[in-house]
Structure formats: C-alpha cells, structure tokens
C-alpha cells in the first residue's frame, strides 16, 4: 500500500495486491522490496513509479517469519531478518545479487542502518540490540533492561542512544501496550524529558529530541484510532529528512521512568 502523506489527510494512492501478508518493506532508489509472509524465499521488487513487479530475488534459506527489510545506499545492499533461523540475509544490490548470511541472537525482528552504515538488528528472544559491520562482524552486543518485553524496532540516534518500540504490561492484569523509550548503550531505558507531538488531524505521533535533533514519525498498519496510551497496533520508526534542529510543536512533554 503506497499513501501519499504530503497531504494533511493522506490517503491511499496504491494498492500493490498480494495474498500473503507482508513482513516487511523498504526501498532503494528505483526499487521498492517487499518480502512476504510464506515468502517462498524469494523478495518481491517493484518498480516505485509504477509499482508494477519486476523481479524476484531469491534469497536461499529464507525463513517464513521475515519481520525486518531494509536497503543501505552507502553498501548498496538489502538485509532481510530470518526469525525462523536465527539469521540475517543480506543480498548484494550491484548487479548479482550476491547473498551471505550470520547468526544473530534469538528471533531477530526490526532492522534499521545506522549513520555509521552498520546494520541494527533488534532480537526480540533474547530482547537484545545488536550492531554489525555490513558484512556481518559484531560491533555492539546490548541486553535490554528486564521490563523492556518483546523489542519489535530500533533506531540509533547520533547520541549512540537508541529509540526502541516494544511492547510493555500494563496493569494487574498484564495486557501488553506498544510503548517508545529512549534507551542508552548500557541496555536502560534513559530517563528525561521527551517531546511527543500528537498531529490529531493526521493521527500521527511525533518523537522528538530535547537538544533539537532529528524528528521520528510513528507508523503503523493502520492509523491511531485514538488517545496514545490505547495505541495498540505494532510501530516501526522512521525518520524525516531534513529536520535536524527543526521546531516542532504544539508538545507535550513525558516523562519515562
């Protein structure tokens, strides 16, 4: 599904039809890569203008359960996380496709590219963050804090810390919340003040730095239906360009403990 959000009621321009559910999406360039739910080890490519399919890669070993897709310019190459397999794929995009692969700890998940061009790999089983060279050697082995439950998606900032979307219990009766936290690179959730913006018109949340870094935006398979705390829908993070330093308001400010 392709929405066009330079409107202020976004809406849904494509549909790119498919009967297994997608596990992940990201796009280099030209190319939009999507990669499915019983994905016959294969990942899907698009054309991003006509989102018509032209290819398939094959990804041998490829597990069912691929919940992280991610392309990096820089290494000009796609990474595919294997939750089956404990496992990170990642396919040469020069013009072979070549594919190698490590292991990773217990059921990896969310994958996103650091501002060094190191892959970050979010383990929900051993609910770890791990950092890796692009060709797979590891860099950075965190234990998250015990009460941060099933890690889904992270983000370096260019402090080193990380911004993580888990799930979290709630009350006597342990329903599970998605929460954001800022965690450092001791594995704690860090504490302070971080700006929220709620945009109720677009029904999107804003997450930004308190020393005028970068602004996340929060997506996720639908949009909120309603007050951030019964916000229960998986979130992946992404970045907007260009707005290092900028302003952003209205803000409300949390305090995670």
Known sequence: MCVDSSSSSPTVIHVIPG????????????????????????????????????????????GTACFGLVACPYNNCLYASDRDNDRVHRVDLSGNNAVMKWSVAGRPVGLSVNSEHNLLVVSEGERK???????????????????IRYPHHALQLPTGQFLLSHLCPVGLIGRLLHRVCLVGVDGAVDGGLKRLWYDQSRRRLYIGEWSGGPVFE??????????LTSYDDPLTLQKIPGTEGAAVGPLTFVHHP
Not at 38 to 57: G, M, P, S, W
Not at 129 to 147: D, E, K, R, S, V
Request: aromatic letters at 6%; glycine letters at 10%.
């Open 129 to 147: 963050l791990q950092i890796f060279t692009t060709h797979g050697t590891l860099l950075q082995n965190i234990q998250l804090q015990a009460n």
């Open 218 to 227: 929060l997506h996720g398979s639908q949009s909120m239906p309603g007050p």
């Open 19 to 62: 009967s297994n559910g997608v596990g992940g999406v990201t796009s280099l360039g030209d190319d939009v890569f999507v990669v499915r739910k019983n994905n016959q080890q294969k990942i899907e490519v698009y054309d991003a203008k006509t989102f018509t399919l032209q290819r398939h890669i094959t990804v041998p070993g490829l």
